[in-house]
């Protein structure tokens, strides 16, 4: 069975060096409507592409200035504008709207499509977008994608198995997450100066007969999860490279850590 790589680079500073693990990945950045995280302008500067999704514009108009609070906010919205906007469009204000319309700013209003969430609709997006030859090691990252309401996160986690074919890292301040698919072994290498101990490897939807892993605490052995049974979850990071393999598609969670 073929193995998919996975490293959080993306959360290392643009100055530090490092080992080529995923062929320099393109990336896309897509902001939900949830407040920015500490790394948004980080994550913005590693993104060829990058899309709101409705009301996360307003995150954005209003968030990005805060980061950066000697700066002009006027010039911080104009630097942090988005390539577009796009959702249903009931939760953006008028004149944040009118803002980024003024600049250029690509605004697609999908408020047809009442069944499936903004995510899923940036997604889309994104995939058409993304030229043919960068669409095999595209990396989509999603911010505001964790906290306020469950329901919200629930449907964002949907998303990763619908697409279950792309690579979707959900981040907040505090984690991220992403789903490993039954297709592939896992090999996921640990960038411990900004990410772990603390981490998991849930089953969500269907039951995992058997998961192996290396280089956790607690390590499974063709363990059974399920949930009402045993989930994997406050395990451990303790070696440089963590490997996954399952019956089941399984989610990976890992803290990240705060700024010292």
């Known amino acids: 069975m073929e193995a998919m790589r996975h490293a959080s680079t993306f959360l290392l500073p643009s100055s ?5 693990v995923l062929s320099s990945p393109a990336y896309a950045l897509v902001v939900l409507n949830q407040p920015l995280p500490r790394f948004a302008p980080l994550l ?3 993104a060829k592409l990058r899309v709101c999704a409705d009301g996360g514009a307003n995150r954005l108009f209003d968030g990005m200035p805060e980061l950066f609070p000697d700066k002009d906010p006027g010039e911080v919205r104009f630097k942090y504008k988005p390539d577009a906007i796009k959702g249903d469009l009931d939760s953006i204000r008028a004149e944040v709207k009118d803002y980024y319309s003024d600049l250029g700013v690509k605004i697609v209003d999908e408020s047809q499509d009442q069944e499936t969430t903004d995510l899923h609709k940036c997604v889309d997006f994104i995939r058409d977008y993304t030229p043919i030859l960068e669409k095999s090691n595209l990396h989509i990252l999603v911010v505001g994608a ?3 309401r469950f329901d919200h996160e629930i449907g964002n986690i949907n998303v990763l198995y619908y697409f279950s074919n792309m690579r979707i890292i959900l981040l907040s301040d505090d984690c991220l997450i992403y789903l490993l698919p039954k297709t ?3 090999e996921i290498y640990i960038e411990s100066s900004v990410e772990g101990p603390h981490c998991g490897l849930i089953p ?13 605490q607690w390590d499974l052995t063709e363990t059974g999860m399920h949930f009402g049974g045993l989930v994997s979850t406050s395990n451990i990071v303790r070696e440089e490279k963590v490997t996954v393999h399952s019956d089941t598609d399984l989610l990976w969670t890992i803290s990240i850590r705060k700024s010292s």
């Open 204 to 216: 969500v939807g269907t039951s995992s007969a058997s998961t192996t892993t290396t280089g956790l």
């Open 146 to 148: 964790l906290g306020g």
């Open 16 to 20: 530090v060096e490092t080992a080529d």
């Open 44 to 46: 913005w500067e590693r």
């Open 184 to 186: 592939h072994r896992h």
